[in-house]
């Protein structure tokens, strides 16, 4: 977006304009604009919207700028903002506020509301039950198409919610699903039963947020009824929420095959303790396995001194393995990920881990081999002490970084764990362990 | 899904119940059992189905089962599947088929169909077009709500891409677009121009998947117009496609920061020479920059001899460097992709990251001098070389892992491709210098 009219328009105070130009831009395009103003700024402009469109504008802000609105405004504004928020919204933005500011929201709401509220925030975070909304159209399946269109009016949820409406009975017990446009394509006469769905797709207020982006992408969902422990119809969870948990549980794989405690704080609004904090650990546990790679060296202290040339090697040797390995580790962690890889696909995978790692091993050996003995004119002995133990080292390297993340997720851990970062640490061991092993045999070490 | 019931009803040959169950049964959950069976068996179920049914899961099966079918079923069978599909599933068919299948199922395709379909056929992979479909309702803007909800009757499909309606002029060129809820909550005599929205969010044909992906999250879409160079409708993309899409871009991520070629290919049904190529290039790149070090280390030659110790502090400085530094470029890439991060905020990145690598440099640099000095008794002189060198690399690493992913893309290169191997290389480079300066500097080689 080119926001300099909107900048230029707001350093004259042309308020006028602004407020029209404002009135045909996108909610989202108002929020990216706000974010990047002054908080005081920001809430000048947030006042000349009207009134639900500041609150769809307000949904998108980033939770600093909500904060600062919050406590900018005054109590009548508040509420009258968080009223017109959807329900999900209000949820997340309670979620996301400290504690003085949402004593300040919840101040005036009335008591069913702040029971309904209460509710929401237990579930836990994750779950299906905090990512869903209350927002849906229920209906009774001995109701008419014209009755059912008449009650969806009448809830005037302006939302894509209505897309898919929810039959139950007495007991708000889920029976059926119709959507909205068999109900438009339908005699008005016709009953909600004869349209409805019975086969439907559901999620527990406790399932993982995870297992129900995984449902949305199976079955191309638009939206999914969420069910308490009594299976009653409690809420619902739409695309574009989704959406998001899809981004968010990538961003956490990455994190974690960089070998950082994920987080959800943006990088640029987290302090650098926090940052720190997610970083130290494995950088610590991983110090200490590579603590290993140094007692393999003593161990082989007078071959490396009468060898000097054996040194030159090892970081090479070294990055080449641990470059092999991640490769493997990452294209089946991923493959896990996305449910390519079970378990049961072990033995398949190591199959195509040594064939892939005799065709690069051997190129990358003969290449090397080629550069050690002819190019740099070392001895006949450490240009075959290296090159059969590149050979080794990607082998190796190639099928733990197959095995270890399919292991790892038979044993309940997370396959992520596995990438790069370990399976390095890994094979360096015993990338050191092979090398000296063919040095003592070829050189007589 | 637990398919027992279903695997012992075929074994005894029980048609008539199999065929009741799989009447209930979602078509994602059908077309991942039949993936499982051999061809035959799938074509044998296949049948048993109903004719648009059978259509919606083909287009869920895997592309190697699609092809089984389209080979055994007859001229007839397959002119009637293929005329049932949607038409964005019928292109994602043809693309993925080999030739003589693709021969065999347009032969019974009208002139007018072919013609559209090489036209589709021909947009960029990866583009707009190729992701679109032409299942879509058009209006006109004089139209009343009454004739809208007609239209939409008549056309007939049987999909979600109904939700959202489009207004074209005569020149099919898009106005507005009004939403279905919009019109299911208006007056019947209402007219279309009243209703509909004008500030329009639409893409083009030739416009990358990524950039259409992205305007999909920041706007919560549901489905988007394309238009072609002269601005007329010609499909839409809906939501479903657009997860897909996202998981793709994530995987090719995912693959980039291995030093992968990205692929589409699932795991384990890409051959070993596919598997190896898409591999060998990067591994080939970074083993030559990792001689490097093999040179750095060679002109040391004389002081590796006389402090062998030395060398056992090599792989650990690397590892650790190589991991800090990963850390921080991920954190970045992750950062640029989710549009987080610009090039604009360089400066910032970089305060963070030299703070950042104080608390941990430090934090890792004396837990290690306790354990060099205290531990393992090497003399203070290789102590404090290796601590400085540590503290420094973890510097060096958090610092070039923050600046080059950001700087890659200002030069329009993929971040991606500066995360753990790249960094990891060129920070064993300069890792290894820094540690013969200090050691020159402390212990006087």
Known sequence: MDFELLEELLENRDFFQLKKELSSMQVADIAEFLDELESKMTLLIFRLLPKEKAADVFSYLSSDQQQQICVLVNDQELSQLVDELDFDDKIDLLEEMPANVVKKILKNATETERKLINQFLNYPERSAGSLMTIEFVDLKKEMTVQEALDRIRNLGFNKETIYTCYAINGKRILEGIVELKDLVLSPKDEKIE??????????????????????????????????????????????????????????????????????????????????????????????????????????????????????????????????????????VIRSLTLGEIEFKDLWKVICKEVGVSILVGFTLSVLNFIRIYFLQGYSLGIALTVTITLFCTVMLAKISGGILPIVAKKLKLDPAIMASPLITTIVDTFALMIYFGVASWILGL
Not at 204 to 227: I, W
Not at 241 to 260: G, P, W
Not at 318 to 324: H, Q, S, V
């Open 194 to 331: 004869n349209l409805m769905q019975r086969d439907i797709i559901f999620v527990g207020t406790n399932d993982d947020q995870e297992e129900v982006a995984d449902l949305f992408k199976k079955y191309d969902l638009l939206s999914v009824p969420v069910v308490d422990q009594e299976k009653r119809l409690v809420g619902i969870i739409t695309i574009d929420d989704i959406v998001d948990v899809i981004e968010q549980e990538n961003t956490e794989d990455f994190h974690r095959m960089a070998a950082l405690e994920p987080s959800d704080e943006a990088y640029l609004s987290a302090n650098i303790f926090t940052l720190a904090r997610k970083r130290i650990v494995w950088l610590l546990v991983l110090m200490i396995s590579a603590t290993f790679t140094g007692l393999i060296l003593s161990k082989y202290e007078d071959a490396l001194q009468s060898v000097v040339a054996l040194t030159f090697f090892i970081p090479m040797l070294m990055d080449t393995g641990g470059n092999a390995g991640s490769q493997a580790s990452t294209l």
